[in-house]
Antibody
Framework: QVQLVESGGGVVQPGGSLRLSCAASGFTFSSYGMHWVRQAPGKGLEWVAFIRYDGSNKYYADSVKGRFTISRDNSKNTLYLQMNSLRAEDTAVYYC???????????????????WGQGTLVTVSS | AIQLTQSPSSLSASVGDRVTITCRASQGISSALAWYQQKPGKAPKLLIYDASSLESGVPSRFSGSGSGTDFTLTISSLQPEDFATYYCQQFNNYPLTFGQGTRLEIK
């Protein structure tokens, strides 16, 4: 069965850094694109970042571009999110999500998120 | 970025009611839309993908329709476990975006 387990959340001061991890099991991790999605307390869902199955393509939300970096280690079945220059507005539960997509003509397209982790809370506060 | 606007933002209904939630995209997205259900303290759960395809294991009382800019999620007969928040999400292009959510409450 597919499992996604996030870790690395915690309390960090504004301007600080944190690295989140998402350990994947139950599927061939190296064959699927992966995403990070966050949810501020009491708010809706916000997509954060995507990485292609082989790590060759990445996309970011404008709100985190230049501060956050998504990466993966397919040998360890693990997804990462390096978060730098953290702000109070980055406070949220961060979820990793596995996508279903397809590739055609050298491009890959996301279709939906079929599995989500349980989330890890990041609190940015002094 | 493509904006998704859900309506209503909140809804009160009774067990057995038929409920429809609408998601409108700011530009055409073909059928590249998914619907998720989220309960408090839990991760979202996929219900519908490609606008109208029912995810395996999801009860048949859930259905989706639409293409282009207008989409609907319908629950044909509400069950107690359906009271939750529902989100649409577009996959037509990046950045991926979610609707603001529809909170479905017990009347």
């Amino acid at each position: 069965q597919v499992q996604l387990v996030e870790s690395g959340g915690g309390v960090v001061q504004p301007g600080g850094s944190l690295r989140l991890s998402c350990a994947a099991s139950g599927f061939t991790f190296s064959s699927y694109g992966m995403h990070w999605v966050r949810q501020a307390p009491g708010k809706g869902l916000e997509w954060v970042a995507f990485i292609r199955y082989d790590g060759s393509n990445k996309y970011y939300a404008d709100s985190v571009k230049g501060r956050f970096t998504i990466s993966r280690d397919n040998s360890k079945n693990t997804l990462y999110l390096q978060m730098n220059s953290l702000r109070a507005e980055d406070t949220a539960v961060y979820y990793c999500a596995k996508e279903q997509g397809y590739c055609s003509g050298g491009s890959c397209y996301s279709r939906y998120f079929d599995y989500w982790g349980q989330g890890t809370l990041v609190t940015v506060s002094s | 970025a493509i904006q998704l606007t859900q309506s209503p933002s909140s809804l009160s209904a009774s067990v057995g009611d038929r409920v429809t939630i609408t998601c409108r995209a700011s530009q055409g997205i073909s059928s590249a839309l998914a619907w998720y259900q989220q309960k408090p303290g839990k991760a979202p759960k996929l219900l519908i993908y490609d606008a109208s395809s029912l995810e395996s294991g999801v009860p048949s009382r859930f259905s989706g329709s639409g293409s282009g800019t207008d989409f609907t999620l319908t629950i044909s007969s509400l069950q107690p476990e359906d009271f939750a928040t529902y989100y649409c999400q577009q996959f037509n292009n990046y950045p991926l975006t979610f609707g603001q959510g529809t909170r479905l409450e017990i009347k």
